[in-house]
């Protein structure tokens, strides 16, 4: 079993940053791939970055440039670092872990609500 607690959402302006963090309970998340994802309201959840064991990093297209993904193997802990924010990040954001490595996510934080006012 592995607990995923989500913090660090809250309320910004456009333009502005917030950093999520991710912490696991297991003693090490190096060997998975963490990922967060979002689910704005009426819509379906979708993916926004990853990170695997080398570390390699993936982005959806939407938030290239603007957030970073990170993660501190000794913390256990998994980060989003957001910047330039727009109203239309407005969502609740879900860390996940995949720890057997077939490419499907099997543990899902609570998540953690995140607003962008205009």
């Known amino acids: 079993q592995v607990q995923l607690v989500e913090s660090g959402g809250g309320l910004v302006q456009a333009g502005g940053s917030l950093r999520l963090s991710c912490a696991a309970s297991r003693r090490t998340i190096s060997g998975y791939v963490m990922a967060w994802f979002r689910q704005a309201p009426g819509k379906e959840r979708e993916f926004v970055a990853r990170i695997g064991r080398n570390p390699t990093t993936y982005y959806t297209d939407s938030v290239k440039g603007r957030f970073t993904i990170s993660k501190d193997n000794a913390k256990n802990t998994v980060y989003l670092q957001m910047n330039s924010l727009k109203p239309e990040d407005t969502a609740v954001y879900y860390c996940?872990?995949?720890?057997?490595?077939?490419?499907?996510?099997?543990?899902w934080g609570q998540g953690t609500q995140v607003t962008v006012s205009s």
């Open positions: 996940a872990a995949d720890t057997t490595g077939a490419g499907g996510y099997n543990y």
